[in-house]
């Protein structure tokens, strides 16, 4: 298996496996974003957890930007709507593949 292959495979695992997840949320709860929020940060372990990925995030934003500007990787900004609809899951391997496709 090609690493690219492997990318665009953990790009499609981390948009449906989160997805599982933020579908029975929104199933049980409707589409309420404050009670979404709010679950984030139920207690310690999901506070932990969920500041945790929101600092990796804000720093693979400030990385792949600055390194697309230096590598040429066009569509970078395919990582932010990525990011904000699923989540580092998805924004991290697609923005490899996206990197990983302009040297082909």
């Not at 679950?39 to 957890?49: E, I, K, T």
């Not at 792949?64 to 990525?82: C, E, H, I, K, N």
Request: glycine share 8%; proline share 3%.
């Amino acid at each position: 298996m090609s690493l690219k292959t492997f990318y665009l495979i953990m790009a499609i695992a981390g948009t449906l496996l989160p997805w599982f997840f933020f579908g029975s949320f929104f199933s049980a709860n409707g589409f309420d974003l404050a009670a979404f929020i709010t679950s984030l940060f139920a207690n310690g372990a999901a506070g932990g957890f969920s500041i945790d990925v929101l600092l990796s995030i804000s720093v693979f934003w400030v990385w792949s930007f600055v390194d697309a500007a230096r590598t040429g990787t066009r569509r970078w900004w395919l990582v932010l709507p990525a990011s904000f609809t699923v989540g580092l899951s998805l924004a991290l391997p697609l923005y490899l593949y996206l990197r990983i496709d302009e040297r082909d």
